[in-house]
């Protein structure tokens, strides 16, 4: 089946910095790809819709210039959390599909990112 | 009008029994309705989805009836196995699926022996 391939799995970085999450369809290429935040023992929050080639398009209160999105090619995605802060810990997870629908292409999700922010 | 409602938060099932959880929706132009498995630490897993032309599809031992007129759906696990003890998600979409997931709040499903 389809995968998605996330990476880090975990990161522990310092208040200020910043850091970079990459997502990528390992065996399909992804026209889409959506970006979620998720708290512990909460539901998944959409961030933004990536798509190839162009720009992201991102959730109202989710600011644009402190998570970066890139969609260079059809099968990555990168999401770059700037200047993080504690407030920024969370569970990061990325989703892809190959087609326009999800009757025929299903989501797929990656294994998260455990962000700790110090 | 974009929320789907997800219930019950917790359930605690015997092994071999039946897990039921319900979503409840607004948005009538939703189109496509799937739910997610999600283990601890790891991102959710695609299990079933439905579209709102049936009433019930099954796969294995997971069923989603769809209740168009109620606006409602709910999954459900049959012999539940301890195996099946996870984070439930409901889901629902529009344009066919194109859109985005709106997800539900989750369920933590715990099976006991």
């Known amino acids: 089946g389809a995968v998605v391939s996330q990476h880090p799995s975990r990161v522990i970085c310092k208040s200020g910095t910043s850091v970079k999450i990459e997502c990528r369809s390992l065996d399909f290429q992804a026209t889409t790809m959506f970006w979620y935040r998720q708290f512990p023992k909460q539901s998944l929050m959409l961030m933004a819709t990536s798509n190839e080639g162009s720009k992201a398009t991102y959730e109202q209160g989710v600011e644009k210039d402190k998570f970066l999105i890139n969609h260079a090619s059809l099968t990555l995605s990168t999401l770059t959390v700037t200047s993080a802060h504690p407030e920024d810990s969370s569970f990061y997870i990325c989703s892809a599909r190959s087609g326009s629908s999800s009757y025929n292409s299903p989501l797929h999700f990656g294994n998260g990112t455990r962000l700790t922010v110090t | 009008q974009q929320q789907v409602k997800q219930s019950p938060q917790s359930l605690i099932v015997q092994k071999g029994g039946i897990s039921i959880i319900n979503c409840a929706y607004e948005?009538?132009?939703?189109?496509?309705f799937p739910w997610y498995q999600q283990f601890p630490g790891k991102g959710p897993a695609l299990l079933i989805a439905i579209r709102p032309d049936v009433s019930e599809k099954k796969e294995g031992r997971f069923t989603i009836s769809f209740n168009k007129s109620a606006k409602q759906f709910s999954l459900h696990i049959m012999d539940s196995q301890p195996g099946d003890s996870a984070t439930y998600f409901c889901?629902?979409?529009?344009?066919?699926?194109?859109?985005?997931?709106?997800f539900g709040t989750g369920t933590r499903l715990t099976i006991i022996p």
């Open positions: 889901a629902a979409s529009t344009g066919f699926g194109n859109e985005k997931l709106t």
């Open positions: 948005n009538t132009a939703f189109d496509y």
